[in-house]
C-alpha cells in the first residue's frame, strides 16, 4: 500500500462539525465561497450544526435589518462566527437595488454588539514563494471608537459648545467650545472608548511573543494629544507585564531594547521599508483601516491577510469573528457576471473559515473536555487545517496558483479551487 499524500485528507464518514454562526455576504466572494464550501468542506465535515444568516442587501432589505440582529445575538450565544464579505450599500447601490434605506456598516453593528477589542490581521505565508514581507507583521486594530462613530453636522457661522454630563450626579464642564465664523463648516464629535485597551495591549504582547515579532505602537499623539493616553496605558503594560520576557528572547534589538512609539506617518514610509517584516503595530481604529490596507498591497493581494474581530461576552469568554480582510471583489463579480475569466485568491476566506471552525471546535472541548467525540472532532480539524494548508500551498507552489500571484498564465477561481480539491480528495 502507499501513503496518502501530505495534501490529502484521509477517507472515512464525514464528521460532524462544530456548531458555528455563519454568515453570508455576496457578489465574488460569496460565489467562491459557496464553491469551495462545496467542493474542499462538505466532502469531509457534516455541516448541518451551522446557523447561516444572509447578510446581503436584499435579505437586510427585506427583513428591515432583523437579519443583522438576528446574526449578533447568534454571535454571543456561539462565539465562533465566519463571515463572508459585505456591501455596506453606497447611495447609488441604494436606488440601484432598489432598497428602502441605506443599511448601515454590519462591522460596526457587530464590533458593537460584541464588544470588540481588537481586530487583528496578519500576513499569510507560503514557504518557499515569496509574497512581500519576508517574515510575519502583525497588526492590531482598535475595533471601536474614533472616527467611525462620530457624530456630525453641517452649520453656518455661530459658536459650537461640546459639555460633558457626568454620570455620577457631578457637575457638568464644556470640553470644547469654538467659534465658526465661516458661512459653511461641517462639525464632528467623536470619543475613543479606553477600558478594553489593556486588553488589547495583552493580546497584542503575547500575540508577538507567540510570533517572535517585535512590537510598536503607533498613534499621531505628537499632534492629536488625546491620543497619548493610548500610548500611555500600551507602556504601561508592557513595562509591568512583559518588557522581560520581550527582552529575554531578544525581541527588541531592533527597537533600542525598550516598547518603540511610532508617529502614524512614520509607520507609512516604515510599512514600506521594513520589508523584511518580523514587526508588529497596534494602532486606533481608523489608523489601522489605512496601514493594514497599505500592507495588504505591500504584501502582494489583499487575499493574504487575515482579518479577525476578537470580542468579549457578557461571561467573560471571547467572541471571535473571522473574515478576508478585503470587500466582496466587485470587479471580478462584473467580470464573471459578463462571461469572464476570474482569478480570486481565496486564501484569506479559506483562513478566516479555517479560523472560524478551530475557535468552534476549541469552545466544544472546552465545555466538554472529556466527551471523546469531542475530542476526535477537535483532532480532526487540527488535521484539516493543516492538510487543506499544505494543499493550498502545494497549488501555489507548484505554479498554479491564482493570478494576483503567478500573474496571467495563473489559475482560474474555478481552476484553483478543483485543484486543490483534487489534491485533498484524492
Ligand atoms: P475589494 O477588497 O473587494 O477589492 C479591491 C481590489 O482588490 C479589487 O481590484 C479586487 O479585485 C482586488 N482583490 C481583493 N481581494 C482579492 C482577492 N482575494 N483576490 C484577487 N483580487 C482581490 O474592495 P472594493 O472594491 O473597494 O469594495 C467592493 C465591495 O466590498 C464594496 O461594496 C464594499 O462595501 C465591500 N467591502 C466589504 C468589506 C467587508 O465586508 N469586510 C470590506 C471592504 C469592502
Redesign the pocket.
Known amino acids: 500500500t502507499t501513503a496518502a499524500p501530505e495534501d490529502a485528507v484521509p477517507t472515512g464518514p464525514k464528521v460532524k462539525a462544530p456548531a458555528l454562526v455563519y454568515i453570508s455576504?455576496e457578489?465574488?466572494?460569496h460565489y467562491a465561497t459557496q464553491l469551495l464550501l462545496k467542493e474542499w468542506i462538505e466532502p469531509h465535515f457534516d455541516t448541518s450544526s451551522w446557523e447561516t444568516y444572509d447578510l446581503s442587501c436584499k435579505s437586510r432589505d427585506e427583513t428591515s435589518d432583523q437579519v443583522l440582529h438576528d446574526a449578533v445575538e447568534a454571535g454571543k450565544r456561539v462565539g465562533a462566527i465566519f463571515?463572508?464579505?459585505?456591501?455596506?450599500?453606497?447611495a447609488v447601490?441604494v436606488q440601484e437595488m432598489g432598497l428602502k434605506q441605506a443599511w448601515g456598516s454590519?462591522?460596526g453593528a457587530m464590533r458593537k454588539g460584541w464588544n470588540g477589542i481588537t481586530i487583528s490581521r496578519d500576513t499569510i505565508h507560503i514557504e518557499g514563494i515569496e509574497l512581500g514581507y519576508k517574515n510575519q507583521v502583525l497588526f492590531e486594530r482598535h475595533a471601536v471608537g474614533g472616527e467611525y462613530g462620530a457624530g456630525w453636522d453641517e452649520v453656518g457661522q455661530g459658536t459650537l459648545l461640546t459639555t460633558y454630563i457626568p454620570q455620577d450626579g457631578g457637575a457638568p464642564f464644556v470640553v470644547d467650545k469654538r467659534d465658526l465664523t465661516d458661512k459653511h463648516n461641517v462639525c464632528v464629535v467623536y470619543h475613543n472608548p479606553y477600558d478594553n485597551v489593556r486588553e488589547l495591549a495583552k493580546i497584542f504582547f503575547e500575540r508577538c511573543l507567540e510570533h517572535q515579532v517585535t512590537p510598536y505602537i503607533v498613534t499621531k499623539k505628537t499632534v492629536f494629544k488625546w491620543q497619548e493616553g493610548f500610548w500611555a496605558t500600551m507602556k504601561k503594560v508592557f513595562d509591568d507585564e512583559y518588557k522581560d520576557e520581550f527582552l529575554k528572547q531578544g525581541l527588541l534589538d531592533r527597537s533600542g531594547g525598550d516598547l518603540q512609539h511610532l508617529i502614524s506617518d512614520a509607520a507609512t514610509m516604515q510599512l514600506i521599508r521594513w520589508t523584511d517584516g518580523g514587526f508588529g503595530m497596534a494602532a486606533h481604529n481608523y489608523d489601522g483601516d489605512m496601514l493594514t490596507d497599505q500592507i495588504a498591497q505591500v504584501h502582494r493581494?489583499?487575499?493574504f491577510i487575515t482579518?479577525n474581530l476578537v470580542g468579549r461576552n457578557d461571561d467573560g469568554s471571547y467572541i471571535k469573528e473571522f473574515?478576508?480582510?478585503?470587500?466582496?471583489?466587485?470587479?471580478?463579480w462584473l467580470d464573471h457576471l459578463a462571461g469572464k475569466e476570474t482569478?480570486?485568491?481565496?486564501?484569506?476566506?479559506v483562513e478566516a473559515l479555517l479560523g472560524a471552525m478551530s475557535h468552534a471546535a476549541r469552545l466544544e472541548l472546552d465545555e466538554k473536555p472529556n466527551d471523546k467525540n469531542v475530542q476526535e472532532m477537535h483532532a480532526f480539524v487540527d488535521n484539516f487545517q493543516s492538510t487543506l494548508r499544505t494543499a493550498l500551498h502545494n497549488t501555489f507552489r507548484y505554479g498554479q496558483g491564482?493570478?494576483?500571484m503567478c500573474g496571467p498564465t495563473g489559475f482560474t477561481t474555478e481552476d484553483f479551487i478543483a485543484k486543490v480539491a483534487w489534491r485533498l480528495n484524492r
Open positions: 455576504g457578489e465574488m466572494t463571515k463572508e464579505p459585505t456591501i455596506t450599500p453606497s447601490q454590519p462591522n493581494s489583499p487575499g482579518s473574515e478576508a480582510s478585503h470587500g466582496t471583489v466587485t470587479d471580478l482569478s480570486l485568491n481565496p486564501l484569506g476566506l491564482t493570478r494576483d
